[in-house]
């Protein structure tokens, strides 16, 4: 049985329908989606009467069953409780926020404090700290809970298990990428107190520094890449700004994703770049690049209130989001160029090596790419091949 038709609407959130309708138009919603959305607004206004609650009491187990009931009666669209996505946001907006959902569990307790840590204190960006915290839920899963988790026979065995293990399938980038997660969560065990241990000298390094030169791209697959941008459309002449930027900056893909209206200074033709631990570099910012952009800016990008410059083209219209995005840009254009997949990382090494033939020192490289130290943009003078061979001393002879 139907709780709601569109000739019987009824509950407190109706009064809130005309300003989710300008919302929705705002998110680039056409007419016929956003009514459709109107009409969930309406069917959860009237189940909410129907239950004697408010919206600010709803709960994550109180959603999913409404939208039980939903699937039951068969309806077609909106059947998840990511339907109340924009609803929840713009009702947010005017101060009707949900309960927040506290759990007691010890895994979600832990999860949340050391996310605390991760972001407050180790100053990570939220991409970064999902890949800590999936790495920490693995880990204090092994561990055995009983009104919390265990933590005093933790010992150097049990990392070096568990990283052994979770590292056995993974690339050595990848496997890097654990390690630190690692030695980070082992460092906040001891910083709280829940280990007398130092326990993060014992997580195994990656045998040695890679012994293979930074591996860039060719200057005719860098404008292969950018040539395979179509101007005339609106997704081309978005993408083409950011490969721009990646091709010319060596940018990372969430350096991308965090610039802001902002932070582009077109008087002064410079622009901030944000990048790791809250580190903002002004950059001279190149004629082609701030061509590129002041293309896509005036008459491209969505005219809505985020300061997002990059965002999505279809509704809801906001911000990229992952740097999965710039990814999938990267993948489009590669596959329309005829040439390999080439990573964010590889054209931040194809930014370095063409830097380092022209001359620019391994300072002034490193502030270009948002190094903290110079011990990583040192890895680039391995391709300076002739001022490697000024300083190499000659082979002795033998004397017999």
């Excluded at 907006?93 to 404090?113: H, R």
């Excluded at 721009?244 to 990372?252: E, I, M």
């Excluded at 990048?275 to 969505?302: E, H, I, S």
Aim: with cysteine; net charge positive.
């Amino acid at each position: 049985m139907s709780m709601i038709g569109s000739s019987d609407p009824s509950g407190s959130l109706l009064d809130y329908a005309p300003g989710f309708h300008r919302y929705l138009s705002e998110l680039g919603y056409s007419p016929w989606a956003a009514e459709k959305h109107l009409y969930l607004m309406a069917y959860l206004s009237r189940w909410l009467e129907m239950e004697s609650i408010s919206f600010c009491d709803l709960t994550t187990s109180r959603i999913e069953e409404f939208f039980c009931i939903r699937r039951l009666e068969g309806r077609s669209d909106l059947r998840t409780p990511r339907s109340l996505e924009q609803l929840i946001a713009y009702l947010g907006k005017l101060g009707l926020t949900l309960k927040p959902q506290i759990s007691t569990e010890p895994l979600d307790v832990f999860l949340v404090n050391y996310h605390r840590y991760l972001t407050s204190e180790r100053g990570l960006t939220e991409g970064s700290a999902h890949f800590y915290l999936n790495v920490a839920r693995l880990f204090v899963m092994e561990r055995p809970v009983v009104t919390q988790i265990e933590w005093t026979s933790l010992c150097a065995r049990d990392v070096t298990k568990f990283t052994a293990a979770t590292c056995r399938s993974r690339s050595i980038s990848s496997t890097r990428s654990v390690i630190s997660a690692m030695r980070c969560l082992l460092r906040f065990l001891r910083l709280e107190g829940l280990t007398n241990l130092d326990l993060d000298q014992a997580v195994l390094s990656v045998a040695g520094r890679s012994s293979s030169l930074p591996r860039g791209i060719s200057a005719g697959e860098v404008t292969a890449l950018l040539d395979s941008c179509d101007p005339t459309s609106a997704i081309g002449c978005r993408d083409y700004a950011i490969l721009l930027l990646l091709c010319r900056f060596g940018l990372r893909g969430g350096e991308v994703i965090a610039l802001k209206l902002d932070d582009i200074d077109w008087r002064s033709a410079e622009i901030i770049i944000n990048g790791k631990g809250g580190r903002r570099d002004r950059l001279p910012l190149p004629a082609d690049v701030g061509a590129a952009l002041a293309n896509y800016l005036q008459f491209v990008r969505p005219q809505v209130t985020s300061r997002c410059v990059f965002l999505r083209l279809s509704a809801p219209i906001r911000g990229l989001g992952n740097t999965g995005t710039i990814r999938s840009v990267l993948d489009r254009a590669c596959s329309r160029a005829g040439i390999a997949y080439v990573n964010p990382h590889r054209l931040r090494h194809t930014v370095a090596t063409e830097m380092l033939r022209k001359g620019v020192s391994l300072h002034d490289i490193g502030q270009v790419l948002g190094h903290h130290g110079e011990a990583t943009t040192a890895n680039y003078a391995r391709v300076d091949i002739d001022g490697l061979r000024a300083v190499a001393r000659c082979w002795p002879e033998v004397v017999s």
